[in-house]
Antibody, heavy 118, light 112 residues
Framework: EVKLVESGGGLVQPGRSLKLSCAAS????????MGWVRQAPGKGLEWIGE????????NYTPSLKDKFTISRDNAQNTLYLQMSKLGSEDTAIYYC???????????WGQGVMVTVSS | DVVMTQTPLSLPVSLGDQASISCRSS???????????LHWYLQKPGQLPQLLLY???NRFSGVPDRFSGSGSETDFILKISRVESEDLGVYYC?????????FGAGTKLELK
């Protein structure tokens, strides 16, 4: 069974940084692209970025490219999202997801809430 | 970025009705190799998004055959032949032909 479990969320002050983790199991992690999607309260889905199997290709949505960094550790079957210079607009549920070769996310984690507030 | 426009934003239905949701892209979603990367998700209340259809019309594992997808280039449709209570929620289209992938704003399927 494919399982993705995010962690590291919580309350953070504006301007600070936070690193999310996503532990994967039930599939061969190093065979798949992985990605992050977020959803602000009551809003729609926003694609954040993706990383390929060996981390040689990482793509971001342009508006977040200077704030967010995606990485992975294939030995630990873990995906990461490093977020910096956080603002209230970054308050959201953050989902990690497995990406199929055709660019869609087929399995999603339950999500982790990040609240940016003083 | 490619803009994905979904209509309607809200779709009141009765159980057993047929429902159609439209998704229009600001650019063609056809790749040079002929593939079209348009996908559909359903997010039920309080749940994470779940994949329904990929590449326009392919049902993901376990998705009932009352869900179907069609379209080409810039215009796509998701149809539900006979709406059941478990189908209620917000539907999103996603294009992954162009970077960055972009979602539609969502269509809320709700009971009349």
């Amino acid at each position: 069974e494919v399982k993705l479990v995010e962690s590291g969320g919580g309350l953070v002050q504006p301007g600070r940084s936070l690193k999310l983790s996503c532990a994967a199991s039930g599939f061969s992690f190093n065979d798949y692209w992985m990605g992050w999607v977020r959803q602000a309260p009551g809003k729609g889905l926003e694609w954040i970025g993706e990383i390929n199997q060996d981390s040689s290709t990482i793509n971001y949505t342009p508006s977040l490219k200077d704030k967010f960094t995606i990485s992975r550790d294939n030995a630990q079957n873990t995906l990461y999202l490093q977020m910096s210079k956080l603002g209230s607009e970054d308050t959201a549920i953050y989902y990690c997801a497995r990406e199929d070769n055709w660019g869609y996310f087929d399995y999603w984690g339950q999500g982790v809430m990040v609240t940016v507030s003083s | 970025d490619v803009v994905m426009t979904q209509t309607p934003l809200s779709l009141p239905v009765s159980l057993g009705d047929q429902a159609s949701i439209s998704c229009r892209s600001s650019q063609s979603l056809v790749e040079s190799n002929g593939n079209t990367h348009l996908h559909w998700y359903l997010q039920k209340p309080g749940q994470l998004p779940q994949l329904l259809l990929y590449k326009v019309s392919n049902r993901f594992s376990g998705v009932p055959d009352r869900f179907s997808g069609s379209g080409s280039e810039t215009d796509f449709i998701l149809k539900i032949s006979r709406v059941e209570s478990e189908d209620l929620g917000v539907y999103y289209c996603l294009q992954s032909t162009h970077l960055p992938p972009t979602f539609g704003a969502g269509t809320k399927l709700e009971l009349k």
